[in-house]
């Protein structure tokens, strides 16, 4: 791999890389990392003062190279800004995004978060989970250690997954790699299947908790739940994740389409 994370991000506007295909998810460029492309972007056109707070992405066709990312400040006000990005390749615009951005003070309202789940495996004793990479080719930017018994594909009674998770290529901006890494287990839906299937995000919408941009961390412990799935294969998920030390760091939901 001759490029890293970092780099795809940090590639302007035009992202061409010769080992593209290893920044794949199930078809094309992985969501999350599509979505943080997408924040990159965008971040650049608004100051440095403002945090992010969501981000909302719609995933049009699967993203392949030659990329090329546009982005735009829709409103700057005294507190949000919105701004909002495309990401297009040669068959036309496949990514969409929106996202708000807050120079807002801290209030003294009352505060509270998802608790991280208990019950787990330790991060060091839990067992590393394998991902074929011809199936999710971008697992080889990352470790993942299964936190419960649910595992993708493997029949399970609960649409459930957790994993601890960190990546093995270096993303400095916080932003960005929660983006990705809120994005990095296999879809929860798929723990109740037992042959290997694609369930791809059609939308997922990304919130940011407020000390998310001022955390350190390596490691974090993402949580998948599938909530609802429905006769026409539309699957509606839910995701948490923490820092090691039990900050909450952000939220997404998810609407995906079984394949």
Not at 83 to 107: K, M, Y
Not at 118 to 130: H, N, Y
Not at 149 to 158: I, N, T, V
């Amino acid at each position: 791999m001759t490029v890293s994370l970092a780099e795809l991000l940090d590639a302007s506007e035009r992202i061409q890389s010769a080992d593209h295909q290893s920044f794949n998810g199930f078809n094309g460029l992985h969501g999350g990392l599509a979505i943080a492309a997408l924040v990159h972007q965008m971040r650049a056109r608004v100051g440095a003062d403002r945090r992010l707070v969501s981000v909302n992405g719609r995933f049009i066709r699967p993203l392949t190279g030659p990329i090329v990312v546009d982005a735009d400040v829709v409103r700057n006000g005294s507190t949000l800004t919105i701004a909002c990005a495309t990401a297009s390749s040669e068959s036309g615009t496949s990514v969409e995004a929106n996202a708000i951005f807050s120079a807002g003070s801290a209030r003294r309202d009352p505060v509270f978060a998802p608790k991280m789940p208990s019950g787990i495996a330790d991060r060091p004793s839990a067992p590393v989970v394998q991902i074929p990479p011809e199936f999710i080719p971008i697992s080889q930017r990352m470790e993942i250690r299964a936190a419960t018994p649910e595992l993708p594909y493997s029949g399970s009674a609960l649409p459930v997954l957790c994993g601890w998770i960190r990546l093995t290529d270096e993303v400095p901006v916080v932003e960005e790699r929660i983006t990705i890494l809120i994005d990095s287990l296999a879809p929860s839906y798929t723990a109740l299947l037992t042959e290997l299937r694609a369930v791809p995000t059609i939308e997922m919408s990304i919130q940011l908790s407020a000390d998310a941009a001022d955390s350190t961390f390596e490691w974090v412990l993402v949580r998948a739940s599938t909530t609802s799935a429905d006769a026409h294969g539309f699957v509606r998920e839910t995701i948490d994740i923490w820092t090691e030390e039990g900050l909450h760091l952000a939220s997404c939901t998810q609407l995906r389409i079984v394949r």
